[in-house]
């Protein structure tokens, strides 16, 4: 009588194009574009549709970038995997370390945010039953499996686009009673009061923080059906379609308040909602808003945990924990209790403090991607496979000098803060590979086709 040993559990391929869209959708959060547009309003003098504009066009550069690499290598990791794969190991390794600071603290910080509003409007409830709330309920979902939470989401955005169209008909029906249908064609959400391009530059910035999630479809490429092709489709979608909305909305909310001066900026839109709609639209404005942070959240823990498993798989973190997936439900728990449990510090922080370093490790991963595209190109050409220059090198050339631009204007408490997170992981680096001279571990991988 033979002994079989029963095969390890994989992560189950079930998603198509249209989920991916979702999927990075919710990652992006179309909705925080009115969350945020009182600041980005001030920082560009009420130019912010030039900043969206500005940050769209930065980020359609990456997006290719993580295209060609996602149809190149259809495994989970994202940046992590394609840097490794083409650059080296340990560039690799820093990259997922830097990473890890998106991964692992944007769900704590959507959740934050999303407390914030709840207590906001019920101050008799104390923010950590809101936080816990959140984060049991997320993490519930995201255990059960991506096909779950996908049809959640589903749902969830439905209802975010359907208020964020409701939110532009009223601001444009707005503009027509207040200054007649000819001020709907305007250039002066584009070009503000008293703006200019360094201006407009800061603006988009933050905008861009608007953007990142587009790339997070590619930590599901292992559980979509079809990834070479589906998966690069799906990233330049989100970003178009995620960045489309943000133009849209800021120019239409533009139009009703002209310039960037507000009494109070973080709060802007919640006064231009009660303004054009009233008191009810304000109400259904501000449930659209945490249904938003809840729908994000499902979509950041989820890429998150992919992340921390690709790692783990590949034994660069502990892989008995991380490279693990549930049998019956073959998604990686413990990286998801994992996340669930990094979000439980929001209960201690504000939002301010948890956000300032996120984007540091995002910027930094979009500017490794694009040159790991022209790497990889080099690398092809060698061995006498041809790729197209400009999809390959010029594009990603441009991508990367826009990104470094952007790292340059984040505020220094990011930079501070993201370095020191990226010192701690080369001292770990280090001790994991003798002092450099060796590569870190790697699992070996089937690539799917």
């Known amino acids: 009588m033979s002994l079989t040993t029963a095969a390890p559990p994989t992560l189950s391929r079930t998603l198509r194009l249209p989920s991916l869209v979702i999927f990075g959708l919710a990652y992006l959060t179309p909705l925080i574009v009115l969350g945020i547009f009182g600041v980005i309003a001030s920082e560009t003098g009420g130019a912010s549709a030039s900043a969206y504009l500005f940050a769209l066009i930065a980020m359609l550069f990456t997006a290719n970038s993580y295209g060609r690499m996602a149809a190149a290598f259809p495994v989970a990791g994202s940046a992590y995997t394609y840097v490794r794969r083409t650059i080296d190991g340990r560039v690799g390794f820093l990259v997922g ?35 816990l709330g959140f984060i049991v309920i997320t993490t519930v979902l995201n255990v059960i499996g991506i096909k779950v939470a996908d049809r959640v989401n589903l749902v969830l955005m439905s209802f975010q686009i359907l208020v964020i169209a409701f939110f532009v008909l009223l601001a444009l029906a707005d503009v027509v009673r207040t200054d007649g249908a000819g001020a ?39 559980e979509t059906i ?43 839109a919640f006064e231009i909602a009660n303004r054009i709609g009233g008191a009810f639209f304000g109400a259904v404005f501000l449930a659209a808003l945490v249904i938003a942070q809840f729908t994000s959240g499902i979509a950041a823990q989820a890429a998150g945990s992919r992340l921390l498993y690709a790692m783990g798989r590949d034994g660069v ?40 370093f996120i984007n540091f490790g995002a910027f930094l991963a979009f500017i490794m991607v694009n040159l790991s595209v022209v790497v990889y190109w080099a690398r092809e050409r060698r061995a006498g496979r041809a790729h197209n220059a400009l999809l390959y090198v010029v594009f990603p050339v441009i991508g990367m000098l826009v990104i470094a631009y952007l790292l340059t204007q984040l505020d220094i408490h990011a930079i501070t803060l993201g370095s020191i997170w990226l010192g701690v992981g080369v001292v770990i680096l280090a001790i994991a590979t003798r002092g450099f001279r060796r590569q870190p571990p790697e699992l070996a991988v089937d690539e799917a086709e």
């Open 317 to 356: 973190l502990p892989r008995a924990f991380f490279g693990r997936l549930n049998p019956r439900f073959r998604t990686p728990v413990l990286s998801i209790l994992a996340i669930a449990a990094v979000g439980l510090v929001a209960i201690f922080m504000d939002v301010t403090t948890s956000t300032s």
């Open 97 to 131: 370390w830097a990473t890890m600071l998106d991964y692992l603290f944007l769900p704590m910080v959507i959740w934050l945010i999303g407390g914030s509003y709840l207590q906001a409007q019920f101050p008799a409830v104390p923010m950590p039953v809101w936080i």
């Open 226 to 268: 079809e990834p070479r092709r589906t998966v690069p489709k799906a990233i330049m979608l989100v970003a178009l379609i995620g960045g489309g909305i943000f133009v849209v909305v800021s120019y239409a909310v533009q139009l009703v308040h002209p310039g960037g001066v507000f009494e109070n900026s973080d709060a802007a």
């Open 184 to 222: 709907l064609v305007s250039a002066a959400p584009f070009t503000g009061i008293d703006s200019g391009l360094t201006a407009i530059a800061g603006g988009a910035a933050i905008a861009a923080y608007s953007f990142l999630g587009f790339d997070a479809v590619t930590t599901l490429t292992e």
